[in-house]
């Protein structure tokens, strides 16, 4: 049994984690950390990782949900305690960090997992595995959602260091790493940043790799009615296309059955598996591919976004 | 002898990298490729590295000094070809791209070079000795250098992807990564950008290490008057300080005699010795730092640059 605790206690931590967590017999959630203290009935809540360290339940790991900017203080100060540590999407506010972190890891002897939920979805592992036996020529994502719907009153999403329209993106980067048999890296970009905030809320990003595959990346972060997540692979032998996040597959407008969505499930069973083999799992490629596009992107001021 | 092309032929190739190879007599430098097609007496020159690879002498090695942005391809072509590598700094346009250079270098059996020049300037290697058996407490950059004296016309600088003030800044990055016995990552940032321009002219930028030591940058391009090219650090036991540009140490304010700066003859001296012992050396830290302190980086609009 792994005794695991959570520290945040957002959106993501009662949609998702919480459920997940209640839902596998090999954990057990005995306590939480925020700094609003919500009440969650019989589950003790802390103030921060700290009290939760000091004066909770013994813990084996802990979960971190809170956002990416504030993090490392919080990822140090489990792993330091001997800990393992599974991080939410982004696993840090910069590339070096999660280096770093991965470094603590190793010489604490406890697991580290930078977790990418969407990798998880039902249609990835059957997109990689067709992709694997074919030569992309061309990768087309189309990542368009409304922030006001799925991110309410998340300010800090818009702050520097909280990505912008990059958030739900590193989604597709995330499956995009995960499925493309030959590396992705970025050679260009164009970020739309409303003039009183600091992040993105639209992109368009350039990639390529060491085929000369074309890829490319259109994000929008104001897109009402239906919702794009979609990632569409040409290759020498059909084309494939992942929708809905990755929940769905098509080849050559085929539709495949690829079972029901367990994305955090998933995450979850991965982690125990780690920890039973004492194994971390660190990838920071869908972060990198993010701060290339912020280091090469040129950078237009658009119309103030207002929630 | 090791047969060498040079591409790119701009200030830095006829300030240091034509000399350094002419003074080294391990090299013959055979050729040179630049759009611009500059006389360069008896030394034949070609209008791109695909022309100097198909018409040009026969080559060991090649030298790429053109601006970042555009390297790629021209660094894919040299190494496809199965010539050794040695990029000026920074080693490409994103950290991405770094990583594929590496893995094509590997795949071909030949060697690619990351220079970074500042690290074999004359206190750097001192330095990093004196450092080792010491613990840092506090590391603080200043560089602050007049754009319209050191770089005239290079606009490419001020594009996206050129790095702004952060193409001389790298510099003490370089000797930072080098000399500091624990990693720094970036924890923030605030970039100054002309309203004109996509790269910063000034940056104030926020590191730490495992050790919870406090790195600042400050980072300005518009200075007159005396140039600031300096690095101080704090430790448990003294305070070191390298000045214009790693060319003078002070150890408690006691200068130490650390000899003339060799910077290109160092560079070329490394990358003989590389090609002799078939081994690359690939370095991306400093550009990684700039592309975090880009991820995280909160941005302010001043005044346009008009050189």
Known sequence: MIRIGLVGVGKIARDQHIPALAADARYQLVAAASRTKPDLGVLPVFQDIEEMLAQGPALDAVALCTPPQARRETALAALRAGKHVFLEK??????GEVAELAAVARAQGVVLFTSWHSRFAAGVAPAKAWLSTRRVREVAIEWREDVRRWHPGQTWIWEAGGLGVFDPAINALSILTEILPTEAFVTGATLQVPENV??????????????????????????TGPQTWDLTAQTDDGVLKLSMGGAELTLDGQPVEVGENHEYPGLYDRFATLIARGESEVDARPLTLVADAFLLGTRESVEAFVE
């Open 90 to 95: 982004p696993p840090g506010a910069s590339v």
């Open 198 to 223: 600091q992040s993105p809320v639209a992109a368009h990003v350039d990639m390529t790799n060491l085929d000369g595959a074309r890829i490319t990346a259109d994000l929008d972060f104001l897109q």
